[in-house]
C-alpha cells in the first residue's frame, strides 16, 4: 500500500489550500482515512479523517474551516483548507486503516497502518 501526497505550498493567512492523497493498492472505499499534521518541533497531530462510510470528524481547530472528502473513482483522498492562519502550517500527512472505527484509536496516530511522506503547508502572516 502507497500513499502520495501532493498540493500545499505556500499560502497568505486567510487564504485555502487543497492537499491530496493518492492511494495505490488499497481501496479507500474500504479504508478509515485520516490527516494529520506536524509542526516544527511539535508532535504529528490529528486533523481530519473520512470513515469508509464517508462519516467525517475533525480536530477542534479545523473544525468549520476544513473539509475532508474523497473520490473513489479516483482513489484518492482531499483536505480542503479555507480560512487558513499561521498557526496551521506544518508538515500534512495522510494515514489508512483497516482498523475498526473507533473515534478514540482513529484520531491516534496508532490507529493508522499505511503512512504518506507528507506535503508542507506555510501560511504567512
Known amino acids: 500500500v502507497q500513499l502520495q501526497a501532493s498540493g500545499g505550498g505556500l499560502v497568505q493567512a486567510g487564504g485555502s489550500v487543497r492537499v491530496s492523497c493518492a492511494v495505490s493498492g488499497r481501496s479507500i472505499s474500504r479504508s478509515n482515512m485520516g490527516w494529520f499534521r506536524q509542526a516544527p518541533g511539535k508532535e504529528r497531530t490529528f486533523v481530519a479523517l473520512i470513515r469508509w462510510s464517508g462519516g467525517t470528524s475533525y480536530a477542534d481547530s479545523v473544525k468549520g474551516r476544513f473539509t475532508i472528502s474523497r473520490d473513489n473513482a479516483k482513489n484518492t483522498v482531499h483536505l480542503q483548507m479555507n480560512s487558513l492562519k499561521p498557526e496551521d502550517t506544518a508538515v500534512y500527512y495522510c494515514?489508512?486503516?483497516?482498523?475498526?472505527?473507533?473515534?478514540?484509536?482513529?484520531?491516534?496516530?496508532?490507529?493508522?497502518?499505511?503512512w504518506g511522506q507528507g506535503t508542507q503547508v506555510t501560511v504567512s502572516s
Open positions: 494515514a489508512a486503516t483497516a482498523k475498526p472505527n473507533i473515534l478514540t484509536v482513529l484520531t491516534t496516530l496508532g490507529g493508522y497502518d499505511y
